[in-house]
């Protein structure tokens, strides 16, 4: 399979314990992104990386989450003393960096309910 | 930002039936338009997408209408089956930006 794919698929965790997502990108796209969903809602936009550089962040992004991209491959995103609203579906996409292919493919998410 | 409605936020239609999702976005920066479809379990999968310069497009049953004036676009669905029954996500794309910012979500339930 040469989708995107994420690992853990579900994460149960108590709150105020750490938890770390990992996504790997289909090979050839040097776009990652992040997004988090919430029931009833569509994915809102975190951040996203161009190769290892972290290009931007939302403001939804607390201190308590941190992504990181070091070989400009797989990505990573943790979160810190998880609390309860933290709890929602992390979605993680791909795309080349070329503007005239627009596409951006998202794994199947991992979905993180902290207690 | 761009802020983008969606509606409704349920569907449910006959099989064969046709269903309309339809969407208005306040940028009028904002000149690419994609559609995604969310099964259960998995993540929104590209279905159609729409560049502002066209008024329209279509593929197979699918097809999307954009008017730039209004500031709205729609998802049409002719001639609908029970898989196509998921969750159907707008959403709307500044020139100057990689990141689309997504409406809220028609569930369409197609009945046998």
């Given at each position: 399979?040469t989708?995107?794919?994420?690992?853990?698929?579900?994460?149960?965790t108590k709150?105020?314990?750490?938890?770390?997502?990992?996504?790997?990108?289909?090979s050839?796209?040097?776009?990652?992104?992040?997004?988090?969903?919430?029931?009833?809602?569509?994915?809102?936009f975190?951040?996203y990386f161009?190769?290892?550089?972290?290009?931007?962040?939302?403001?939804?992004?607390?201190?308590?989450?941190?992504?990181?991209r070091?070989?400009?491959?797989?990505?990573?995103?943790?979160?810190?003393?998880t609390?309860?609203?933290?709890?929602?579906?992390?979605?993680?996409a791909?795309?080349?960096?070329?503007?005239?292919?627009?596409?951006?493919?998202?794994?199947?998410?991992?979905?993180?309910?902290?207690? | 930002?761009?802020?983008v409605?969606?509606?409704?936020?349920?569907?449910?239609?006959?099989?064969?039936?046709?269903?309309?999702?339809?969407c208005?976005?306040?940028?009028s920066?904002?000149?690419?338009?994609?559609?995604?479809?969310?099964?259960?379990?998995?993540?929104p999968?590209?279905?159609?997408?729409?560049?502002?310069?066209?008024?329209?497009?279509?593929?197979?049953?699918?097809?999307v209408?954009?008017?730039k004036?209004?500031?709205?676009?729609?998802?049409?669905?002719?001639?609908?089956?029970?898989?196509?029954?998921?969750?159907?996500?707008?959403?709307a794309?500044?020139?100057?930006?990689?990141?689309?910012?997504?409406g809220?979500?028609?569930?369409?339930?197609?009945?046998?």
């Amino acid at each position: 399979d040469t989708g995107v794919s994420q690992d853990p698929r579900h994460k149960i965790t108590k709150r105020g314990q750490n938890v770390t997502f990992r996504c790997d990108p289909i090979s050839e796209h040097n776009r990652l992104y992040w997004y988090r969903q919430t029931l009833g809602q569509g994915p809102e936009f975190l951040t996203y990386f161009q190769n290892e550089a972290q290009l931007e962040k939302s403001r939804l992004l607390s201190d308590r989450f941190s992504a990181e991209r070091p070989k400009g491959s797989f990505s990573t995103l943790e979160i810190q003393r998880t609390e309860q609203g933290d709890s929602a579906m992390y979605l993680c996409a791909s795309s080349l960096r070329d503007p005239s292919y627009n596409e951006q493919f998202f794994g199947p998410g991992t979905r993180l309910t902290v207690l | 930002g761009e802020n983008v409605e969606q509606h409704p936020s349920t569907l449910s239609v006959q099989e064969g039936d046709s269903a309309v999702i339809k969407c208005t976005y306040s940028d009028s920066a904002s000149n690419y338009f994609p559609w995604y479809k969310q099964e259960l379990g998995k993540g929104p999968q590209l279905i159609i997408d729409i560049r502002s310069n066209v008024g329209e497009k279509k593929d197979q049953r699918i097809a999307v209408t954009l008017n730039k004036t209004a500031k709205h676009f729609s998802l049409h669905i002719t001639e609908t089956q029970p898989e196509d029954s998921a969750v159907y996500f707008c959403a709307a794309r500044s020139g100057g930006s990689y990141i689309p910012t997504f409406g809220r979500g028609t569930s369409l339930i197609v009945h046998p």
